[in-house]
């Protein structure tokens, strides 16, 4: 039996016997059939708790670690990968929310769910407005793509309005479709006035604790050109974007301040600047004042463009990878034009560049990378290749030999992510 569906059967069963749940959407063919590979289950809170170590136990003693872990005020998250790099997603719903405000109650959710022979799933009335209530509350369109499920919910429009006075106190969905979403959030908040108070502190708590210690990924690369990072790069993109959530790609740095050179130039201190970006080694070798300005300016710029650019997908749980980042500016001097002693760069990156999750230093022989490309010289892989194995025994670096093929790089790669995630998040269980 494939592993996915092994474990998600074991958990469906599981579930049959010991909670009440309910299947949110994308239910049919379970468990045998999930080409979504993600799972939204709907649970009492506490019932929930109460199941969680035995629904734990069943994924750590599966094929899957667990590579995320989240929990928010409305649901916890598992998204799990296998030795063969695929994900599955399993999200527990609590309620349906939003900013810690009530939509609808798991009580409601579960109170008309039905049963298939295989598994329970909400009634198609709250599959609907799960999702319709969430999105007006955002004033978001419905999509057309749940054209059906409307008009199969609105073909019994007497008995969907009394399903409508029941959840939100209001008349009928007629009422409800014609309310802003400013004038339905104020109406479910003051609906439950206390128990929405609680949620909504209890969302700002979690809010916090997630935006300090975020559940994405960041991930940078750096190496020699001619090492073959770009092809892995754009392979492992791939992989990430077919099975999990959003992937973002920033080149060297930030950005939210321009290039050295170009500000000198517009602002009068250099008349004309080298801009053939073709050539990243053209740059003339510079004095220590003039590098630990660089150092300083582009230093700004990290720290700074983290806070305004990266933090915010990482708090989303999406993946951030930098094809080279700060780890650069210590193993390529001529890139950067900063020529400084590694190992004070590596002590001024630790204390004030912000941190990637996971540094991952390509490198490869001498003979191999020029095989690639020529752009460097025999000397000039050869110091990149001894800043790197300096590098290599520092905690968040990982040395990467890439003597071989892009899908042998792949395979080392998640096999650290896998390992490092899943221990960070046996932590946190």
Known sequence: MDKQIELTTKIIEYLNKHAKYALLRNYEGLPEINSSRDI????????????????????????????????????????????????????????????????????????????????????????????????????????????????????????????????????????????????LLTKLFFKNFVGNIFSVLNNIYLQLCNLLNSQGVSISFTGPDGVGKTTVIDKLIHLLTSHHSEVHLFHH????????????????????????????????????????????????????GYWLKIKKPLFRREVVIFDRYYTDIIADSRRSSIYLNRKFLYYWGKVF????????????DVDVILGRKQELDKKGIEDINSKLNYLSNKKGYYLIKNNGTADEAIKKIFTILIKNQHSKNLKRL
């Open 40 to 183: 939204d289950i709907v649970i009492d809170k506490k019932d929930f708790f109460h199941r969680k170590k035995e629904l734990e136990a069943m994924i750590l003693s599966s094929n899957y670690r667990i590579f995320t872990y989240y929990l928010s005020d409305r649901m916890i998250t598992y998204i799990l990968i296998n030795s063969e790099f695929e994900f599955l997603q399993f999200d527990f719903f609590f309620k349906t929310s939003i900013h810690g405000i009530i939509l609808i109650k798991s009580n409601d959710l579960l109170g008309s769910r039905e049963f298939n022979g295989k598994l329970y799933h909400v009634s198609k009335e709250y599959e609907f407005l799960d999702k319709y209530i969430y999105l007006k509350s955002l004033n978001l369109d419905f999509p057309s793509k749940y054209k059906d499920t409307r008009e199969s919910v609105l073909s019994n429009e007497k008995n969907f309005d009394i399903t409508i006075s029941k959840s939100f106190g209001i008349k009928s969905f007629s009422k409800l479709e014609s309310l802003s979403s400013k004038k």
């Open 353 to 364: 560049i912000p941190k990637m999750n996971y540094n991952f230093l390509f490198t490869a």
């Open 253 to 304: 740095r930030p950005t939210v301040i321009g290039n050295i050179s170009n500000v000198a130039k517009e602002i009068g201190v250099l008349e004309k600047i080298n801009d053939n970006y073709t050539e990243p080694h053209r740059g003339k070798k510079k004095g220590v004042f003039s590098s630990f300005l660089r150092l300083c300016y582009y230093s700004v710029d990290y720290i700074f």
